[in-house]
């Protein structure tokens, strides 16, 4: 449509694209001009499952969530930090000696006596680097209950569970289940071309597919039927290749079913603004962790 317009437009939008590819690290070539509808491909994907995964990893880290981390000398007096940290509406202060944060301390340890006789020690992998990603910000809050974050080895902020309640965590993980959908439906592609995958269909879900696909064409959207399916069809017919049951570390279609399940309702909660910490945290600690190595395997 671009080609048959202002030509200026065409190539002002293709040199947008080829722009923000190159920030993106994507390879891609310059837009060809489409001279007719029937040289549209069937399917327009410009990032690959792999690319976008990579996308999604490297967009967001620990320090885009991170609160600063106040800190107080060792040897104030904790009923003057009490009321400091009252003032500031903070639970958790860093305790420093000669500048260097060496532990921390909670507002309900605060009574009498000195910051020092009470400081809790930094726990083994308690501590990340601001590069860090989220996923490895949800690993460790999944075995601790703060997460610190570290620059130039001193410790400057932290990160608690409530902070992934945070708009940039649930858009990333948002994003991450959509990637997901996208590995998904690659696979089906792949192992049932020419949408063989419908013998694999309950006739009641590929009718209400069918209607789905007839009105998206009657609002002219680009799309296909595979496209029309719900999450949880879409997997249904992929865990049916044990192979890739396995491949994401599942013992039975069972396992990988309930997983499905989990991730469908925390995409419902992220889109209606639910807690997802109170009801989805097993289902977020799993999903990224599997994200990661499943990722590893598909790129092998």
Known sequence: MLTEGDSRLYQKTTKVINACSEKLGLSL?????????????????????????????????ARDIAEPLRSFDGEKSRSGVLNIMADLDIDIAGINHNGLVKGYMI??????????????????????????????VIQV??????????????????IVR???????????????ITVIEMVIVDRIRD?????????????????????????????????????????????GIL???MAFVKT??????????KLIKELESLRNNLAHTQ????????????????FESAFTDLKD
């Open 162 to 176: 409530s902070d992934i309640q945070k708009p940039i965590v649930r858009m990333w993980l948002f994003g991450m």
């Open 275 to 290: 807690d997802i910490i109170a009801h989805d945290w097993p289902q977020i600690s799993r999903m990224t962790q599997r």
């Open 107 to 136: 507002k309900t340890d605060l009574k009498e006596g000195l910051c020092n006789e009470n400081m809790r020690q930094f726990r083994k992998g308690q501590v990340i680097t601001g590069e860090a990603s989220l996923s490895e």
């Open 29 to 61: 070539s310059m837009i060809s001009p489409v001279k007719s509808e029937d040289e549209l491909p069937a399917e327009i994907n410009i990032f690959s499952s792999y690319q976008s995964h990579q996308m999604f990893m490297k967009a967001f880290s």
């Open 141 to 158: 809050l999944t075995r601790h209950e703060y997460c610190f974050i570290s620059v130039f080895d001193n410790i400057f902020g932290v």
């Open 191 to 235: 192992k049932w071309p020419d949408d063989s995958w419908k013998e694999l269909m309950s006739e009641t879900r590929l009718q209400k597919a069918e209607l789905l696909l007839k009105e998206r064409q009657r609002r002219h959207q680009r799309c296909n039927l595979l496209d029309c399916l719900q999450l949880s069809d879409k997997a």
């Open 239 to 241: 865990i049916t290749d």
């Open 248 to 257: 994401l570390g599942f013992k039975s279609k069972g396992a990988a079913k």
